[in-house]
Antibody, heavy 119, light 107 residues
Framework: EVQLVESGGGLVQPGGSLRLSCAAS????????MNWVRQAPGKGLEWISY????????YYADSAKGRFTISRDNAQNSLYLQMNSLRGDDTAVYYC????????????WGQGTLVTVSS | SSELTQDPAVSVALGQTVRITCQGD??????ANWYQQKPGQAPVLVIY???YRPSGIPDRFSGSSSGNTGSLTITGAQAEDEADYYC??????????FGGGTKLTVL
């Protein structure tokens, strides 16, 4: 069974940093492209970032560009999101999402981790 | 334009058929995917590639596409189908876009 378990969320002050992790199991992690998607309270889904299977190709939404960094460790079956210069509008549940194999959709999702940016 | 537009809310009587639409110029080129999200839960993929249903998704869910509009149809809506539904696509640069979501109420 595919499992994606996010961790690392919490309360952080504006301007602070946080590193999210996503532990993957139940599939060959190194064969799948991965993403981070977030959802602000009461709002819709927003794609944040993508990483290729090797990690050498990454893409970011404009809202994350220059502040967030996606990475992965295939040996540890883990996905990461380093978030710097956090702002109030970064407050959201952050989901890691696995692409379908060589596909253009989010096949599996974690349960999410809440990030709250507030003083 | 890379935007996707969805009606904010749609309602359907129990057992009836409802269509949820997603409009955007990019859908003339890229395939639409659909996700169901119930309160407090992670999204679930219900349709991919405009019209394909993942295993485990009831066959009352179907998808189609025409021109700049993708559609999700629920034939014989059930109470458990009450949820938010989001469309999305992936462009050839690996960027992803979501629609604003449609809240489906089953009456």
């Amino acid at each position: 069974e595919v499992q994606l378990v996010e961790s690392g969320g919490g309360l952080v002050q504006p301007g602070g940093s946080l590193r999210l992790s996503c532990a993957a199991s139940g599939f060959t992690f190194s064969n799948y492209e991965m993403n981070w998607v977030r959802q602000a309270p009461g709002k819709g889904l927003e794609w944040i970032s993508y990483i290729s299977i090797s990690g050498d190709s990454t893409y970011y939404a404009d809202s994350a560009k220059g502040r967030f960094t996606i990475s992965r460790d295939n040996a540890q079956n883990s996905l990461y999101l380093q978030m710097n210069s956090l702002r109030g509008d970064d407050t959201a549940v952050y989901y890691c999402a696995r692409d379908g194999y060589n596909s253009a959709y989010f096949k599996n999702w974690g349960q999410g981790t809440l990030v709250t940016v507030s003083s | 334009s890379s935007e996707l537009t969805q009606d904010p809310a749609v309602s359907v009587a129990l057992g009836q058929t409802v269509r949820i639409t997603c409009q955007g110029d990019s859908l003339r080129t890229y395939h639409a995917n659909w996700y169901q999200q119930k309160p407090g839960q992670a999204p679930v993929l219900v349709i991919y590639g405009n019209k394909y249903r993942p295993s485990g998704i009831p066959d009352r869910f179907s998808g189609s596409s025409s021109g700049n509009t993708g559609s999700l149809t629920i034939t014989g809506a059930q109470a458990e189908d009450e949820a938010d539904y989001y469309c999305n696509f992936r462009d050839n640069g690996n960027y992803r876009v979501f629609g604003g979501g449609t809240k489906l109420t089953v009456l």
